[in-house]
């Protein structure tokens, strides 16, 4: 049911827990399903040096999660900001039709916490 990639990161996550020093962090909500996804930021000279996310939800929200810290991290504001869903569900190696809401969720979640980054 579930990629290799997606076990992968469901089940040895990367990027966990909070940045004590984040310059943003931002936290969205799935109302439909309950799925929470919290991200906090470090970044300087306009990259992002640290990701890291916290998550509750299903196996995709929790590898979806891990996954967009990986894509981010080391990006500029602006090519992190130009990551999608769509690029997140291929490198995840695809999810069930009923699971494209952890891509979304994840995206969400990355795109807030840049709106907020100084």
Do not use: W
Request: with cysteine; aromatic share 4%.
């Amino acid at each position: 049911m579930y990629s290799p990639r997606v076990l992968d990161h469901f089940e040895h996550p990367r990027n966990t827990g909070d940045l004590a020093d984040a310059n943003a962090r931002a936290r969205v909500e799935n109302p439909v399903c309950g799925d929470v996804l919290e991200l906090s930021v470090k970044a300087a000279d306009g990259f992002l040096r640290e990701v890291r996310f916290r998550a509750q939800g299903c196996v995709p929200t929790m590898a979806c999660g891990s996954l967009i810290t990986e894509l981010a991290s080391g990006r500029t504001i602006a090519e992190a900001a130009a990551l999608g869903k769509e690029l997140l569900i291929r490198e995840i190696g695809g999810l069930p039709a009923e699971s494209g809401h952890a891509a979304q969720l994840a995206i969400d979640a990355l795109r807030a916490v840049l709106q907020k980054v100084k």
